[in-house]
């Protein structure tokens, strides 16, 4: 979440972030209730100053022997109003929060800016695509006539570009997660990791996934108050940095982990999740 004070500092930049990663949030709203959240502020500490003040003279009067009614009455609607101004500010604050939850993070300064997918530059290059002396099938093909892939069973149990993995096929997934872990915690230096598969609102809220995607969150059983079943492995691993930063933290490979969802939403172009014209993180698994 973008701090505050930033935000109050640095309207243009912040709007200028937003044309660039295409997001049309408006901050408008953003500003109005940061302004008038310090316009009460101002005032109830104003109003604070004087019943402080009201009150020493209430004190005084009773000690002098005189009548310190009217004056305690106006420190009352006094307080009164304080109260009603700190309710006020509850709200609004509460109000702000959802809406800077709402607001992306900052990209990195070397992130492209781009549409989509087709304006992300290639940066690497391992090999040379091979050459075919015949017309070679598409993986989709391929994998029905070996057995290996389901697409019809897989759209009628999830939806459309979901597939069985079945027989030798689910045999070569595992085959590849197992290698890929035990190279990278044996050979390279990283540290598996298994998280929970729920994760609390506190979770959801530091990785950006409510309030936005609150409608497509699977809730817990009521018997586990307040948590998620996990929709991505990297939510924990996130929050698990946040929490190692001020001491070491290793490097991660992590587990691979089911993912859930009441509606997840269809990946956009070929890309999957993991990039994007826009996104400003680096892996480094």
Request: net charge negative; hydrophobic share 30%.
């Given at each position: 979440m973008l701090d505050m004070?930033?935000?109050?500092?640095?309207?243009?930049?912040?709007?200028?972030?937003?044309?660039?990663?295409?997001?049309?949030?408006?901050?408008?709203?953003?500003?109005?209730?940061?302004?008038?959240r310090r316009?009460?502020?101002?005032?109830?500490?104003?109003?604070?100053?004087?019943?402080?003040?009201?009150?020493k003279k209430v004190g005084l009067l009773k000690k002098q022997g005189e009548n310190a009614e009217p004056l305690m009455e106006e420190m009352r609607f006094l307080g009164d109003e304080i109260k009603g101004m700190e309710e006020e500010l509850s709200r609004i604050d509460a109000g702000l929060e959802e809406i800077v939850l709402q607001i992306p993070n900052l990209p990195h300064e070397t992130v492209p800016?781009?549409?989509?997918?087709?304006?992300?530059?290639?940066?690497?290059?391992?090999?040379?695509?091979?050459?075919?002396?015949?017309?070679?099938?598409?993986?989709?093909?391929?994998?029905?006539?070996?057995?290996?892939?389901d697409f019809e069973r897989g759209v009628k149990l999830a939806e459309s570009r979901f597939t069985v993995i079945r027989g030798k096929g689910a045999l070569l997934m595992r085959g590849l997660t197992q290698f890929m872990l035990d190279l990278h915690t044996r050979e390279h230096g990283f540290e598996e990791i298994m998280p929970p598969l729920l994760v609390n609102s506190a979770t959801m809220q530091g990785t950006g996934q409510l309030p936005k995607l609150r409608m497509i969150s699977t809730v817990a059983p009521r018997t586990i108050s307040g948590s998620f079943l996990l929709q991505r492995f990297l939510l924990p691993i996130f929050m698990l940095e946040k929490f190692w930063r001020k001491s070491s933290f290793p490097s991660i490979s992590p587990l691979t982990l089911p993912a859930s969802a009441a509606n997840r939403e269809p990946m956009e172009g070929t890309c999957g999740e993991f990039c994007g014209s826009t996104s400003s993180t680096k892996w480094s698994w």
């Open positions: 004070r930033w935000i109050r500092e640095n309207r243009k930049d912040l709007e200028q972030m937003l044309q660039a990663r295409n997001n049309a949030f408006s901050v408008g709203e953003l500003y109005d209730l940061d302004e008038k316009e009460i502020l101002t005032s109830m500490e104003e109003k604070k100053a004087r019943r402080n003040e009201g009150s800016l781009g549409m989509d997918e087709t304006n992300n530059p290639v940066i690497h290059h391992w090999g040379e695509p091979r050459k075919f002396d015949f017309e070679p099938q598409p993986h989709w093909d391929l994998g029905e006539s070996l057995g290996i892939l």
